[in-house]
RNA sequence: GCGGCCGUAGCUCAGCCAGGUAGAGCACCCGGUUGUGGUCCGGGAUGUCGCGGGUUCAAGUCCCGUCGGUCGCCCCA
């Protein structure tokens, strides 16, 4: 660092997470392995960035994650790599690398890391944000959809977070699927593309999926009248979609029907969904996931169906406002006199923590009130006074800073007293 | 990538319209005589007024640019 340019700043779309932020991430991150962990994920965790062609090939060079917002960059090998923007596509990639589909299937995979994406940054979205999702690969039962759903419905209640269901299918890529209905929305587009509003004529052509994402009042009108996917099903898709519903039903899992549900990536088929929040603003999904039951195959791997979900850490944040987290010291230690009883709190403190019991202390030099206004602060249930007093006999003032109650105790026993 | 608003102490902000030596609250530190916090009282430290340029005798204040944030669009987690 030069003299004269001291001054970073984390670059745009960034941040630093600081505590007492930090720590409810990691609470929140923490109870998202916890509860995935109960139905049978096990954590897996795939390099921060891949090979370009991972991503263009699974999430789809059409789209605007592919199109316009990856960091790639060439490495010193010539190769070109990519942050990853996403995490279904590097799971499935490390799956189909490790044949770990030649295993027992469903295999069950949940994720929490950092992703990347070059957007322009506002409150809910950032260049970096976190992810946490889990991936249920190999099987195509509808009772699959269901239980993921509802998994990803229980974290975010666990965690405080109100969220709305909403719930679509769009099919399969076969023309008696979702590419005849392709082909009956452009003819219906076409006919009006005149009524559209004019940013969204050139997605006619491009992506006309996208054309129900519009806020413009001219083509909301439009697509008023529109052909919707789920009328336009095969016999299959909607036969799985019928389960899916009957399933949540069953769970007690409430949604709500989405038909103009569309996802941003090109891999999903069949099952939709999207949990949106309220408190969010413009960036309203909390998280979202489906079905994407053609994604190993162009990866090149073996037909291999799959459906998983991913969440937004930093919009659950937001969403379930400030929350307590737990406190980790639950013993301060308080020196009163020389240097005698500053050793004598070191090493007391030294012990607690020892004994598996979080404990903290001045070492600052502070008087006898500022230790204790520290150890308000510090979220203490307990302080541990050691004055001339106490050293003389061995013992401990202990006082609960929560009562105020105090008394002495022999210097060994205070981690019995205070243990929770 | 496009448009609106904003950027002053660690935090939240006032001061800007009508240029004249930088403020409040909270937080922080010390103290209110002998060893007791969260309340109260007194005192104290802290600012390249986001950055760069311009106008002016004089710019936190006006103008331009730039960086960053935020809201909307777009997109998505």
Same mark, same amino acid.
């Given at each position: 660092?030069?003299?004269?340019?001291?001054?970073?700043?984390?670059?745009?779309?960034?941040?630093? *997470?600081?505590?007492?932020?930090?720590?409810?991430?990691?609470?929140?991150?923490?109870?998202?392995?916890?509860?995935?962990?109960?139905?049978?994920?096990?954590?897996?965790?795939?390099?921060?960035?891949?090979?370009? @062609?991972?991503?263009?090939?699974?999430?789809?060079?059409?789209?605007?994650?592919v199109?316009?917002?990856?960091y790639?960059?060439?490495?010193?090998?010539?190769?070109?790599?990519?942050?990853?923007?996403?995490?279904?596509?590097?799971?499935?990639?490390?799956?189909?690398?490790?044949?770990?589909?030649?295993?027992p299937?469903?295999?069950?995979?949940a994720y929490?890391?950092?992703?990347?994406?070059q957007?322009?940054?506002?409150?809910?979205r950032?260049?970096?944000?976190?992810?946490?999702?889990?991936?249920?690969?190999?099987?195509?039962?509808a009772?699959?959809?269901?239980?993921v759903?509802?998994?990803?419905?229980?974290?975010?209640?666990?965690?405080g /977070?109100?969220?709305?269901?909403?719930?679509?299918?769009?099919?399969?890529?076969?023309?008696?699927?979702?590419?005849?209905?392709?082909?009956?929305?452009?003819?219906?587009?076409?006919a009006?593309?005149?009524?559209?509003?004019?940013?969204?004529?050139?997605?006619?052509?491009r992506?006309? *999926?996208?054309?129900?994402?519009s806020?413009?009042?001219?083509?909301?009108?439009?697509?008023?009248?529109?052909?919707?996917?789920?009328?336009?099903?095969?016999?299959d898709?909607?036969?799985?979609?019928?389960? /899916?519903?009957?399933?949540?039903?069953?769970?007690?899992?409430?949604?709500?029907?989405e038909p103009?549900?569309?996802?941003?990536?090109?891999?999903?088929?069949?099952?939709?969904?999207?949990?949106?929040?309220?408190?969010?603003? +413009?960036?309203?999904?909390?998280?979202?996931?489906?079905?994407?039951?053609?994604?190993?195959?162009s990866?090149?791997?073996?037909?291999l169906?799959g459906?998983?979900?991913?969440?937004?850490?930093?919009?659950?944040?937001?969403?379930?406002?400030?929350?307590?987290?737990?406190?980790?010291?639950?013993?301060?230690?308080?020196?009163?006199?020389? @240097?005698?009883?500053?050793?004598?709190?070191?090493?007391?403190?030294?012990?607690?923590?020892r004994?598996?019991?979080?404990a903290?202390?001045?070492?600052?030099?502070?008087?006898?009130?500022?230790?204790?206004?520290q150890? +308000?602060?510090?979220?203490?249930?307990?302080?541990?006074?050691?004055?001339?007093r106490e050293?003389? +006999?061995g013992?401990?003032?202990?006082k609960?800073?929560?009562?105020?109650?105090?008394?002495? /105790?022999?210097?060994?026993?205070?981690?019995?007293?205070?243990?929770p």
């Open positions: 660092m030069s003299e004269q340019e001291t001054s970073f700043r984390a670059p745009r779309g960034t941040y630093d *997470l600081l505590p007492p932020a930090s720590l409810e991430w990691r609470h929140v991150m923490g109870l998202a392995m916890d509860v995935f962990a109960l139905s049978g994920y096990d954590p897996v965790e795939t390099p921060i960035f891949e090979h370009t @062609e991972v991503f263009e090939r699974g999430v789809g060079e059409a789209t605007e994650v199109g316009k917002q990856m790639t960059f060439t490495d010193r090998g010539d190769r070109s790599l990519t942050l990853r923007p996403e995490g279904t596509a590097p799971v499935v990639r490390a799956v189909l690398e490790h044949n770990l589909h030649r295993g299937l469903p295999l069950k995979l929490a890391g950092p992703m990347f994406r957007e322009r940054p506002q409150k809910g950032y260049r970096q944000f976190w992810q946490v999702g889990i991936e249920a690969i190999g099987v195509d039962a009772a699959l959809d269901a239980e759903i509802e998994l990803g419905q229980r974290f975010l209640r666990d965690c /977070v109100e969220t709305t269901l909403l719930l679509n299918s769009i099919g399969h890529l076969d023309p008696d699927c979702r590419g005849g209905y392709l082909a009956e929305l452009r003819r219906f587009l076409q009006r593309r005149d009524d559209l509003a004019e940013d969204d004529r050139d997605r006619v052509d992506n006309p *999926l996208r054309t129900f994402d806020k413009e009042r001219a083509t909301v009108a439009v697509m008023k009248d529109a052909p919707l996917i789920t009328d336009h099903l095969c016999a898709c909607d036969a799985h979609f019928a389960a /899916v519903r009957a399933l949540l039903g069953d769970l007690e899992v409430p949604y709500v029907l103009r549900l569309v996802r941003g990536l090109d891999y999903y088929t069949r099952t939709a969904f999207e949990f949106v929040s309220g408190e969010l603003g +413009s960036q309203n999904a909390v998280g979202g996931g489906g079905r994407y039951d053609g994604l190993a195959e990866l090149g791997g073996d037909a169906p459906i998983g979900f991913a969440l937004g850490i930093d919009r659950i944040v937001i969403a379930r406002g400030t929350h307590e987290v737990p406190r980790r010291v639950h013993v301060y230690v308080v020196a009163v006199g020389d @240097e005698t009883a500053a050793r004598a709190a070191l090493k007391l403190a030294t012990q607690l923590r004994a598996g019991i979080g903290d202390l001045d070492l600052a030099g502070r008087s006898m009130k500022g230790q204790m206004k150890a +308000s602060g510090s979220g203490a249930r307990w302080a541990a006074i050691l004055g001339e050293l003389a +006999s013992k401990a003032t202990l609960d800073l929560t009562t105020s109650d105090q008394r002495e /105790v022999d210097v060994d026993q205070v981690a019995e007293v205070v243990r």
